[in-house]
């Protein structure tokens, strides 16, 4: 079983629609996590990170934590064709492990006009 | 530049022959790390240098690949006797101290091994 898992998918939606993206996760040592997009052929690109249970908001994006259920999200409103890319989850625990972030599969995500 | 460089961004090579990836990171940025991304997959870790030195290698899959920094900037993954599963690309990111919660990466070198 892989430490991160997400659901491939693919995603596709129509312009304005809400997307909900999700991860689980096995390891109680993850302390932090973030959400980052991808376009073809391009690196991953930092979107949201948080370190608690709960939400943060920025624009259009929500991320949810659940520590509770090992369960993270990522809401985004409003979609755009821009939107579309693959979007990864990625997660990061302290200590001797400070400097690795373990990644979800990806999730690609299609916004239609 | 102002992002991560990484050189080159293809390159094919044929089985058992040696590779070298270069990476730029940020000016300023002491935390570098390598990644690798498989078709379909999310990225890997590799590799993480906190200055000049390796602070985790626990992601190198086995004694073929190396890393180096030397003078705590630009870093070159050196991989030898390459293999057909090595295909792939190697993602580069740094970051300004240990926070890699805000890491940058680079857009890859895309590696094929024939």
């Known amino acids: 079983q892989k430490e991160v898992e997400q659901d491939p998918g693919p995603l596709s939606v129509p312009e304005g629609a809400i997307v909900s993206l999700n991860c689980t996760y096995s390891n109680s040592a993850f302390q932090y996590f973030m959400w ?6 391009k690196g991953p690109e930092l979107l949201m990170y948080t370190y608690s249970s709960g939400n943060k908001e920025d624009g259009r994006f929500t991320a949810q ?11 985004i409103r409003d979609s755009q064709p821009s939107d579309s890319a693959t979007y990864l989850c990625a ?6 492990s400070y400097g690795k972030l373990t990644f979800g599969q990806g999730t690609i995500l299609t916004v239609h006009p | 530049g ?17 590779v070298e990836l270069r990476c730029d990171p940020i000016s300023g940025h002491t935390a570098l790390y390598w990644y690798r991304q498989s078709l379909g997959q999310g990225p890997e870790f590799l590799i993480y240098f906190q200055g000049t030195g390796a602070a985790d290698d626990s992601g190198l899959p086995n004694d073929r690949f190396f890393a180096v920094r030397p ?17 792939a690309v190697y993602l580069c990111a740094s970051s300004f101290g ?17």
């Open chain 1, 36 to 41: 980052y997009r991808q376009y073809s052929r």
């Open chain 1, 65 to 75: 934590v659940d520590k509770s259920s090992k369960y993270i999200s990522l809401f």
């Open chain 1, 91 to 96: 997660m990061g625990a302290g200590g001797t």
């Open chain 2, 2 to 18: 102002a992002g991560v460089s990484q050189t080159p961004s293809n390159k094919v090579t044929e089985k058992g022959k040696y």
């Open chain 2, 71 to 87: 003078e705590g900037s630009v870093s070159t993954l050196k991989i030898q006797r390459t293999e057909r599963g090595d295909s």
């Open chain 2, 98 to 114: 240990r926070a890699n919660t805000e890491a940058f990466f680079g857009q890859g070198t895309r590696l094929t091994v024939v």
